[in-house]
């Protein structure tokens, strides 16, 4: 495989590209990197605060679906290969207005699998296990399995992951693909359940369950993403598709208990709400074909959330501006109708 040298990393400013940019200067100083990102209200260039001053990083603003700024920025920095976080990311956002969802993750994709076509270029796509759908108690999702998006969200990424996979097989370029569990860790938007359960508690706000909480989710540390995606990066198979995960499952009620646990919090915040329409009940993947790369994750779940709870309580300066700021119209808008008239259980 040739060596990476120059990288391109769309959605580099949100939670997983910020983490993943920090991991890989860490560990390949000598590589360049260029995150590539439209500052949408989750790109946030304060994810990559400690690092603007380094040589090696540097910052394109700009959106996936502009072919012409894509190829002249590819071109310019001679890049070798192309990591695509950049993506629309919330169910419940995808509920709301779900066509933004279709221009990035799959007008966008498309959009840079046709510049990588033209130049040459490796693509590596990051994909999610819930282009697998709701998964039956006894099944744990492998990587040749159909996908069954059941939501605007995943439908977008099973689209483009789709497309990533027919330019593989018409073209021949030079793809692969890792599909995410639910991640946890630093830099999460407060959109999602655990840095949105943690920032809550931490404001003696209440935790709104949607349902019965009873839906599991593989609960995976971020920098169990990011090692897995140096693993296939470095050695991946060109063509394949790998899962990363933990592959462990728990309830959300667990989750949560384990944020109060983490925060010293007391169980009384928690109320149930109205489901989320079209709920996914499970995900949970094999992860066995990454860890023959020799990939193992560091963390187990109950450890990836307490980790991550603990960072809200001791990062307050992130999260506080964007809680009192842009966050509160929509939270308004998704929570307000649901918390009326809900007590403890
Ligand atoms: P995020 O929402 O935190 O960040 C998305 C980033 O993409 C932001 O920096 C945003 O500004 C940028 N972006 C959005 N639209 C863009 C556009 N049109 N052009 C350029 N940049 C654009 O997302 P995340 O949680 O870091 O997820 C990153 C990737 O990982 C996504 O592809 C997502 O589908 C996938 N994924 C996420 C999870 C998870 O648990 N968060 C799990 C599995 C896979
Ligand atoms: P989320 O972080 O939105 O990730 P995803 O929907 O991609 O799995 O949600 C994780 C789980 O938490 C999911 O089962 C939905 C649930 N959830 C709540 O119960 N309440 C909430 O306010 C949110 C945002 C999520």
Redesign the pocket.
């Known amino acids: 495989m040739t060596p990476i040298k120059r990288m391109l990393v ?8 910020s983490n993943f940019v920090r991991y890989w200067l860490k560990q390949h100083p000598e590589s360049q990197v260029v995150v ?5 209200y ?3 260039k304060e994810n990559l605060h400690d690092l603007w001053e380094n040589d090696n990083l540097s910052l394109v603003v ?4 502009d072919l012409t700024l894509v190829r002249r920025t590819c071109e310019e920095r001679e890049i070798d290969l192309i990591v ?7 169910v419940d956002q995808s509920i709301l207005g779900p066509l933004v969802f279709t ?3 799959v007008r ?1 994709t498309h959009v840079l699998l046709e510049v990588a076509r033209a130049l040459g270029i490796r693509l590596h796509h ?4 819930e282009v697998y759908g709701h998964i039956p108690d006894e099944h744990q999702s492998v990587e040749t399995d159909e996908l069954a998006p059941r939501s605007p969200y995943a439908a977008s ?1 099973a689209a483009a992951d789709q497309l990533v996979q027919a330019y593989s097989i018409t073209y021949g370029l030079p793809v692969t693909i890792t ?5 946890v860790g630093p830099y ?2 407060p959109e ?1 359940a655990v840095p949105l359960f943690s920032t809550n508690a931490i404001l003696g706000e209440p935790l709104p369950v949607y349902g019965d909480g009873r839906q599991m989710r593989d609960y995976a540390h971020v920098y169990d ?1 990011c090692t897995g995606i140096e693993a296939a990066l470095l050695r991946g198979e060109i063509g394949q598709v790998y899962n990363v995960g933990t592959g462990r499952e728990m309830t959300n009620l667990e989750m949560v208990d384990i944020v109060l646990e983490t925060l010293g919090k007391d169980h009384s915040l928690v109320r149930h709400v109205t489901d989320r329409p079209g709920h996914d009940r499970r995900y949970s993947m094999n992860v066995d074909k990454l860890r023959a790369l020799g990939w193992e994750p560091k963390y187990d779940p109950r450890q990836a959330v307490a980790e991550a709870a603990r960072w809200y309580a001791e990062n307050s300066w992130w999260w506080e501006p964007i809680r009192s700021g842009e966050f509160r119209e929509y939270y308004e808008r998704q929570y307000a109708k649901r918390l009326i008239g809900t007590a403890p259980r």
């Open positions: 769309t959605g580099g400013c949100g939670f997983i590209g590539y990102d439209k500052l949408t989750a790109g946030r700009g959106d996936i679906g695509n976080f950049a993506a629309e990311t919330h221009d990035t993750n966008g990051i994909s999610t296990d990424k599909r995410g569990a639910n991640n999460q938007y999602k993403h």
